[in-house]
């Protein structure tokens, strides 16, 4: 009787062992994820990732070309103001030097 309450004894605590495994197996099933929701969520992290990069580029990129565009404004006022400027000394010198060859045919004459 012995041995029979020893193979009993021995098949439950098998059986115990047995159930403990499945269940533990179906909770490690059931928390496993398939390869494509994986995939899905790296998408997910990823396309976050794009959307920040733009946000941040067009932080960064904005005031540097309203910055630009500004500084390239004022240039070409600059330029525009020098090309008066040289318009303006380029008169004054070919008055000058028509009031002197006048000036200079009058007292030849």
């Excluded at 009787?1 to 159930?19: E, G, V």
């Excluded at 269940?23 to 997910?44: A, C, I, K, P, Y």
């Excluded at 959307?51 to 540097?64: C, F, G, K, R, W």
């Excluded at 004022?74 to 008066?84: G, S, T, Y």
């Amino acid at each position: 009787m012995t041995q029979t309450n020893q193979h009993h004894d021995r098949s439950h605590s098998l059986a115990r062992q047995f159930r403990v495994l499945e269940r533990r197996l179906t909770r490690l099933e059931d928390t496993q994820l398939t390869g494509r929701e994986v995939n899905s969520s790296f998408d997910h992290v990823y396309e976050e990732i794009d959307t920040l990069e733009d946000q941040m580029n067009q932080i960064v990129d904005t005031p540097a070309e309203k910055l630009y565009q500004r500084l390239e404004a004022r240039i070409d006022r600059l330029e525009l103001k020098i090309e008066q400027r040289f318009d303006e000394l380029n008169r004054k010198f070919e008055l000058t030097i028509a009031t002197s060859r006048d000036r200079t045919s009058r007292s030849n004459d």
